[in-house]
Every structure is written in structure tokens, then in C-alpha cells.
């Protein structure tokens, strides 16, 4: 049988992303978050980044949640949300597979998909939906960030050819969220993600984003139903 994505990514993939990945900074799209939601809401909840990487916004998150936890593929990445712990005691962090169904640390209200889904197939997709709503508290929310495509891509992964990229469209996330009311929708340009961390908020519209859409970039946050 063929192996599934997830399986080959954690196995080296999720290593080499964090050894390769030395900034240092939260993203543009975890400073949004905070700024959507009331800084009091967040105070006392628990939230979940999957997909954390350097770990720059769990520790940006542990400023402004009751607790915050980290699940990835990389056993570098966890390692170094355990190191932070020491110092944030509200930071935790667990090494699973996104793509396979994995029983949580505690239950969220807000889970957070930081960046990863595109490489997931669209099966994985479905199980990672399924399993995040088995996590999430009653009223709980899904946040995510990733490329949007007008039409939906496949390429081939320029680190490991065994991998495809997932570049998807509006309707995919709707249809695959659907038991989830849509709050809140960003379109980003993924080539100024930095040039964004500059401004004083996130909240004002890019009226420069091309109307091609290879950079494009979204968030959007869901309401589970
Ligand atoms: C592009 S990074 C994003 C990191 C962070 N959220 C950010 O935006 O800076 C994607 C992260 O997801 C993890 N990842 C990708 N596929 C995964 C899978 N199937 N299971 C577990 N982790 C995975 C990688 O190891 C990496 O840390």
C-alpha cells in the first residue's frame, strides 16, 4: 500500500522544515488572530497551534491564553516547546502525525491550523477535520492559514519528490468545513508576510494583492455549528 503523506512527511520532513527555518518572530497571521478576538476572551482559554514550527507563536499565544499547546511531526520541534515550558509553564507540546487521528493533550476552544494543510492530501484533510472537532469545546473555533488557489493544485514538493503540495480553493475549505459557520475570511499575499509584521495592525485591507493568485495566502476562522 501506498504511504500516506503524513507518515512520509513526519518520518524526516518535519525535522529538516525546522532545521531549515531559523526566523525568529510570530506571523502576521497570529497577530491577527489576537486582534480579532477580544484580548479578555482569550485570557482564559485554551488554544492549540498544529503545525507549530520554531514555535514563535506558541510563545507569542502563551502572552495572551490560559494555556497553549503545540502538535507537530518534528521531534526537534516539540523538544524545543518542552524548553520553553521551563520558562512559560502555560506551553505544552505533543509529536503526532496531523494527517491520522490523535487523542490531544486536553480539549480546545480554539485550534489552530498554522500553516500545514497543504501538506496534507485531501483525504488527511478530512480525517484532521474530524479529529479537531472531537478536540474542540462546545462553541470552540478552527483557525487556519494557507495558500488559496482559484482552482485546485498538486505539484510535486520541491524538498521531496515522494510529496505533493496542496494548493486548494474557497469551495474545498466551505464543503470540508461545513459543520462550521465561517466568521471571519483574510486574503494575504504570502511574498509580504513580513513586510505585514511592520504595520500597526493587520486588520487593514491589502488593496495592492494582485488579482493573479499565486501568492495568495488566507486565513479564516470557523465556529463549530
Ligand atoms: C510551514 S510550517 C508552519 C509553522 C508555523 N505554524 C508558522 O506558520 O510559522 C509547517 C509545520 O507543520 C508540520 N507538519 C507538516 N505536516 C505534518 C504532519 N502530517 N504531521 C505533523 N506535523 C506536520 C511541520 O513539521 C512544520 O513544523
Redesign the pocket.
Known amino acids: 500500500m501506498m504511504k500516506k503523506?503524513?507518515e512520509i512527511?513526519?518520518k524526516n520532513d518535519?525535522d529538516k522544515?525546522?532545521e531549515r527555518n531559523m526566523y525568529s518572530n510570530h506571523?502576521c497571521f497570529t497577530e491577527h488572530l489576537t486582534d480579532i478576538f477580544p484580548k479578555s476572551f482569550l485570557r482564559n482559554k485554551n488554544i492549540a497551534?498544529f503545525?507549530?514550527?520554531?514555535g514563535?507563536?506558541i510563545l507569542f499565544l502563551s502572552n495572551y491564553s490560559k494555556q497553549i499547546d503545540g502538535y507537530?511531526?518534528?521531534s526537534k520541534?516539540i523538544a524545543h516547546l518542552e524548553k520553553l515550558k521551563e520558562s512559560r509553564p502555560n506551553i505544552d507540546g505533543m509529536k503526532?502525525?496531523?494527517?491520522e487521528e490523535f487523542g490531544g493533550l486536553r480539549t480546545y476552544d480554539v485550534i489552530i491550523f498554522?500553516?500545514?494543510t497543504y501538506?496534507?492530501s485531501n483525504e488527511e484533510f478530512k480525517v484532521l477535520v474530524e479529529n479537531s472537532k472531537k478536540l474542540l469545546n462546545k462553541n470552540g473555533y478552527i483557525y487556519i492559514y494557507d495558500f488559496l488557489s482559484e482552482t485546485m493544485i498538486e505539484k510535486m514538493d520541491s524538498h521531496n519528490d515522494k510529496l505533493k503540495v496542496f494548493k486548494r480553493n474557497m469551495d474545498f475549505y466551505l464543503d470540508e468545513m461545513k459543520d462550521f459557520y465561517l466568521q471571519h475570511f483574510k486574503l494575504w499575499d504570502n511574498s509580504k508576510l513580513n513586510e505585514y509584521m511592520n504595520k500597526d495592525n493587520q486588520h487593514t485591507l491589502d488593496v495592492f494583492i494582485e488579482s493573479d493568485d499565486y501568492n495568495w495566502t488566507f486565513s479564516s476562522l470557523f465556529k463549530l455549528k
Open positions: 503523506q503524513g512527511y513526519v518535519a522544515w525546522f506571523n497551534e503545525g507549530v514550527g520554531r514563535n507563536n507537530d511531526g518534528s520541534a503526532v502525525n496531523l494527517g498554522g500553516f500545514f501538506m496534507l
